[in-house]
Nanobody, 124 residues
Framework: QVQLVESGGGLVQAGGSLRLSCIVSGRTISGYAMAWFRQAPGKERVFVATIRRNGIPTNYADSVKGRFTISRDNEKNTVWLQMNSLKPEDTAVYYC?????????????????WGQGTQVTVSS
């Protein structure tokens, strides 16, 4: 019933920017903490960023701090991931996730709802 749909992925050169969007249906996202994870080829899915229900605080993986920004608009049922200064190692499928938990969890087992993923490819 709760569905998440990501968009905004694509091919970008190193140093460029992309903005990913995640639109949630089935429930107002004010009831969920939201997060982004990513999975590179041949690797496990890892945490990228998370944001609490009210938008603060946010948490980021060390690998993306200072470059990525997570934000949300509960009225639009949308969460974004602004990605700047992209590096080839950022290449991955990016997934949006939602959790009814009260904390900004960094492990995927805490998230019950997932999007289909959107591919981000950063060329050198």
């Amino acid at each position: 019933q709760v569905q998440l749909v990501e968009s905004g992925g694509g091919l970008v050169q190193a140093g460029g920017s992309l903005r990913l969007s995640c639109i949630v249906s089935g429930r107002t996202i004010s009831g969920y903490a939201m997060a982004w994870f990513r999975q590179a080829p041949g690797k496990e899915r890892v945490f990228v960023a998370t944001i609490r229900r009210n938008g603060i605080p946010t948490n980021y993986a060390d690998s993306v701090k200072g470059r990525f920004t997570i934000s949300r608009d509960n009225e639009k049922n949308t969460v974004w991931l602004q990605m700047n200064s992209l590096k080839p190692e950022d290449t991955a499928v990016y997934y949006c996730a939602a959790s009814a938990g009260s904390a900004t969890y960094t492990t995927d087992v805490m998230y019950n709802y997932w999007g289909q993923g959107t591919q981000v490819t950063v060329s050198s």
